[in-house]
């Protein structure tokens, strides 16, 4: 009978990122690669797995960027804000912790 199994998760840098709502922001790979694999959380699929956003980058608003390894958001809104991670070859990159800060509050904070 298995009464416990460890699983090693690797330490992963945390960034904070702040976006103003409906710019443009940029997120950053610091891995060396062409075009990594980019997830969000909390963003899961049916069978709990972590949504793989390079299926909709060019769709929508997701862009490449001219490096080929950051990952551009245009128009950035509310439901976007969530960790960012990209990874390459079983390598994990910089957790990207993204905040969207609305309109209102951006004018708060400028006071």
Known sequence: MVTGIRISIPTVKHKHVEVMEW?????????????????KTPTLLSDGKEALLNQ??????????????????TDARPEDKGHYLCVHNRQIGERLNLKVIGKYR??????
């Open 106 to 111: 951006f004018r708060l904070l400028l006071k």
């Open 23 to 39: 710019f443009t922001v940029t997120l950053q790979c610091d891995l060396p690669t062409d075009y990594p694999a980019w997830f």
């Open 56 to 73: 909709t980058i060019h769709q929508g608003r997701l862009l490449w960027a001219n490096n080929k390894r950051d990952l551009v958001l």
